[in-house]
């Protein structure tokens, strides 16, 4: 299956180490070679990038690797194909307007018997079921609260209804976020660690690489990693519960 990773923070960061890590999965460190995607909130702004290659060897992925942009909210996908043939289209992140806000979500895993009626605006491109599913959940949440934003409480116990429906059709760990917060619902395997004062040294896993945060951080600063399998090797990660939805907020759990 596919892999996630995704980024929160209080002030805006770049996630260059971790992507270097994460893009090796795609396609050198482990099988995730049938396309990749990254999407970076900046103001009310995405800049978003797929490629239907393999991210190891994608010219994309190395401008990202070699590129510091900054952002406050960040998801990223290598894939493992299931459903959708490998094309452009079918690459993850999925991005989509809803209440004035672009939307950006990616999925790893695989959903069986999932044919929901689309009946509003959303439709997918591609073929896979990650972006039917993205289709669906935002016309749920446009019929359920209308054209008025919700509360991020009130948002969260749809999104916590929606997740599990979806998920009741098969494997559904996702990321969504609207770029003032990051939601991760874990349905088999998803790791986050958040990073503040004191910063120390972390080593990644997948590359002979590490950053000694402490040199390149305020005291003020917090980061929220998200990810499928935890990065580095020297820090510890908390695991999500299979059907847990997390929201993270200014780089913290929020719930």
């Not at 239907?52 to 690797?65: F, G, K, T």
């Not at 044919?115 to 019929?143: I, N, W």
């Not at 991020?152 to 996702?174: K, P, Y």
């Not at 990051?182 to 040294?201: D, G, K, S």
Request: net charge negative; hydrophobic share 40%; with cysteine.
């Amino acid at each position: 299956m596919c892999q996630l990773l995704g980024m929160n923070c209080n002030v805006p960061t770049d996630i260059v180490f971790s992507f270097t890590g994460f893009a090796t999965r795609g396609g050198r460190t482990d099988t995730h070679n049938d396309g990749w995607g990254i999407a970076f909130f900046e103001g009310a702004g995405v800049r978003h990038f797929v490629d239907y290659q393999a991210a190891v060897e994608s010219p994309i992925a190395e401008l990202i690797r070699r590129c510091p942009i900054k952002s406050k909210n960040v998801i990223a996908h290598i894939r493992k194909a299931t459903q959708g043939r490998i094309a452009l289209e079918n690459c993850h992140p999925f991005v989509r307007e809803l209440w004035g806000r672009y939307w950006v979500f990616a999925h790893n895993g695989d959903l069986k018997n999932f044919s929901p009626l689309l009946d509003g605006p959303y439709r997918p491109v591609g073929t896979t079921d990650s972006e039917l599913a993205f289709c669906y959940l935002l016309q749920q949440l446009r019929k359920r609260f209308g054209d008025i934003l919700p509360s991020l409480a009130d948002l969260t116990v749809a999104l916590r209804e929606l997740t599990n429906e979806i998920g009741s059709h098969g494997v559904f760990n996702i990321m969504l976020s609207d770029g003032s917060a990051l939601f991760a619902h874990c349905a088999t395997n998803l790791h986050y660690i958040v990073r503040q004062y004191p910063f120390a040294e972390a080593r990644l896993s997948d590359e002979d690489m590490s950053v000694d945060f402490s040199q390149v951080t305020t005291p003020n600063d917090r980061v929220a990693i998200i990810v499928t399998e935890p990065l580095t090797t020297n820090e510890s990660w908390i695991r999500l519960e299979p059907g847990e939805l997390k929201v993270f907020v200014e780089g913290a759990p929020a719930s």
